[in-house]
Structures are given as structure tokens and as C-alpha cells.
């Protein structure tokens, strides 16, 4: 990350709270566009937090809606508007409280995208006390697929330590990195053990997560550009599924 772009940020830093999560609560918004009622498009359900709802992008810019808009024009099949269910700062138990308002238990979609964990590492909690968290989210995600783990995809967590959020308030990257690698550990062994498909962004976020171009204004969350990789990525697993 170039120096001369850090200044530009701690404005907008120094203005986040001091707050639990990632960022200041006034910033937090849900997600949860309800599929178009047609039964013959095939519906999908996203669960996570910030790196879901896309902080700080419009719809079209989040990675939910751009695998939809990409499965819609390179598919034979057509796909609903994405199901989201998502807020800034959400940990795993603040996700199942988010289904729980939701009030979807019982219904089923042909697809299930997972991708949380980093507010609890963020918060400092355990990845012992994650590891059992995680694998009951899993589970609930597989209950959405309708059992069909076959049509259910976990994402890896970026290591957000990388950013210029990250290096104004001068943390260990190196520590980031780690805990974010042992989260990670637990996501991709709980996803094989559940034979359900694991897609690491990690790789390409560290290695161009920090770029201006990749980033929204507050120096922490994706832009639409990164958001694109990640599309590609879940893209090529998705189509290999048979819906």
C-alpha cells in the first residue's frame, strides 16, 4: 500500500467508533432481498456478514448478485434475485439470529453460500468456541439446500489484515494473518468432513486486497472489483452443480 494514500484514510478511520465490530454500528445495514416468486427460476440464499451484504458497494456490486447476474448470462437456467441474509459486523451466533427473524426455517433453495467468522475472530473469540459454532451453521445452511450438500458452498475468510484499516491502527499483520489461517483451517475441514464445496478467496485477496481499486472508501471492506474475483471463483464451482 502506498504511503501517501494512508493519510486519506484515517479522516474516515479516526471516525469509526471504538466499537466491537469492524465497523461503527451506524454503518451496519441487513440484507435480505426476498426471491422473485417463480417457480421455475432457481433460487439461491447467501448467509455471512459485511464481505456478504457488501459494505459500502451497491446490489449490483455484491458478490451474491453478481454470481446471479453471471449465472443468468452464461447459464441456460434462470436464477432469482439472491436471497441475503447479512449485517456488518455479524458474528456466527448473530447470524443465527438474523435466520431466526428471517423466519425462513423450513423453506429450501438451490443454492446456499456461507461465508462468516471474521467478526469473530475480530472480537478476539476462540476458534475452539468457532470450530462448534461453524459446523452448526453449516448444518443449518445444508438444511436450506434441503439436505443437498451438493448445492451448498462455503467461502473462505479474507485476512482483512492487510488493508490500510488494518495498518492505521498499526496491528500485527502477522497475528491477523495467522488467527485468520486457523478460522480458516476450521471452515475448509468442517466443509470436507460435511462433503460440501470450500472456494479460498483468501489467496487472491492478500494478494491484491490492499489495492485502491479493490477497496471501498473506508479502507476496510471489498469494492465491486475484488467482489468480481470472487465471482469468477465461486462461478466455476457453482456451474459444475447439476440443478
Not at 114 to 141: C, H, P, T, W
Not at 172 to 199: F, G, H, M, P, W
Request: with cysteine; charged share 25%.
Amino acid at each position: 500500500m502506498k504511503i501517501f494514500f494512508l493519510p486519506l484514510l484515517l479522516l474516515g478511520i479516526i471516525s469509526c467508533n471504538s466499537s466491537k465490530n469492524m465497523l461503527p454500528t451506524d454503518s451496519d445495514s441487513s440484507m435480505s432481498n426476498n426471491p422473485t416468486d417463480n417457480s421455475e427460476q432457481l433460487t439461491y440464499l447467501a448467509l455471512g456478514d459485511s464481505y456478504t451484504i457488501g459494505e459500502g458497494v451497491n446490489d449490483a456490486g455484491r458478490y451474491p448478485s453478481q454470481l446471479v447476474a453471471k449465472l443468468n448470462s452464461e447459464t441456460d437456467r434462470s436464477w432469482s434475485s439472491p436471497k441475503v441474509i447479512a449485517r456488518t459486523g455479524w458474528t456466527v451466533d448473530e447470524l443465527e439470529q438474523g435466520i431466526i427473524r428471517e423466519e425462513i426455517t423450513g423453506k429450501t433453495f438451490d443454492l446456499v453460500t456461507l461465508l462468516i467468522g471474521v467478526n469473530n475472530q475480530y472480537r478476539g473469540r476462540s476458534v475452539k468456541d468457532f470450530e462448534k459454532e461453524f459446523e452448526a451453521m453449516l448444518s443449518r445452511a445444508i438444511s436450506f439446500a434441503g439436505e443437498n450438500r451438493n448445492h451448498v458452498v462455503v467461502i473462505s475468510i479474507p485476512d482483512w489484515g492487510i488493508t490500510p484499516f488494518a495498518q492505521a491502527k498499526d496491528l500485527d499483520q502477522a497475528k491477523v494473518a495467522r488467527e485468520i489461517n486457523a478460522y480458516n483451517l476450521v471452515c475448509k475441514t468442517i466443509s470436507e468432513k460435511y462433503e460440501v464445496a470450500y472456494v479460498d478467496i483468501t489467496k487472491e485477496y492478500r494478494e491484491g486486497g490492499d489495492q485502491l481499486e479493490m477497496l471501498v472508501a473506508d479502507g476496510l471492506h471489498p469494492s465491486a472489483r475484488m467482489y468480481e474475483v470472487w465471482t469468477k471463483k465461486l462461478y466455476e464451482q457453482v456451474k459444475k452443480f447439476n440443478f
